[in-house]
């Protein structure tokens, strides 16, 4: 049996560093991209993100279409959209990261950055995705469906986050990137 004292500050400690983890610097959380190698997103840093749950069997897979051509328009002014696939919601991102990838060159030639798929809610959720949606966070609550996204800052700040039905090349994501873009 294990001391209560021992126990407590283990809780304690473990509560401590998770809060200070979610809260940290996005650019410090580790991360795979999609070919397995580690990373983070520290080689974004001063760029404008826009970071999206994906998926290839999704109603909303289509809009890898205007997220890839967001990319091609604003990424000389500074803008990186980062897709993280996920398979959460009704297991519409089955494929291991060598079929995400082949699917998402052939049907979309996106060339954005992606990632290794992740959990983006629920108990094994991912760091980036507790601390984007977290309860620290500035628009906390679960990502509730593939192609959510999250506009975080050149400063690494968390400024909007749309749902699922927010085209990427929308009126008002249009509006919210041109606006980060502009802000040095």
């Known amino acids: 049996m294990v001391p209560p004292m021992k126990t407590l500050l283990t809780s304690l400690f473990l509560g401590f560093a998770m809060t200070t983890y979610a809260a940290s610097n996005l650019a410090d959380i580790p991360l795979k991209d999609i070919n397995g190698k580690d990373t983070s997103l520290k080689a974004y840093q001063g760029k ?3 970071i999206v749950n994906v998926a290839s069997k999704c109603g909303y897979t289509k809009q890898y279409a205007p997220l890839e051509a967001t990319y091609r328009k604003y990424k000389d002014q500074g803008l990186v959209v980062l897709g993280f696939p996920c398979n959460q919601f009704g ?10 990838k082949s699917f998402c060159s052939a049907n979309y030639d996106v ?11 629920g108990p094994n959720q991912h760091p980036l995705y507790a601390a984007l949606s977290g309860k620290s966070s500035a628009f906390p ?6 192609f959510g996204k999250f506009l975080v800052g050149r400063d690494g700040k968390l400024i ?16 919210a990137i041109e606006a980060a873009l502009a802000a040095k």
């Open 48 to 50: 404008v993100l826009l």
């Open 91 to 100: 297991g519409q991102e089955p494929g291991s990261n060598e079929d995400i």
């Open 111 to 121: 060339t954005f950055p992606l990632f290794d798929k992740l959990d983006v809610k």
């Open 141 to 146: 609550g679960d990502v509730k469906w593939n």
């Open 160 to 175: 909007k986050r749309w749902d699922s039905a927010a085209k990427p090349d929308g009126e008002e994501v249009t509006k």
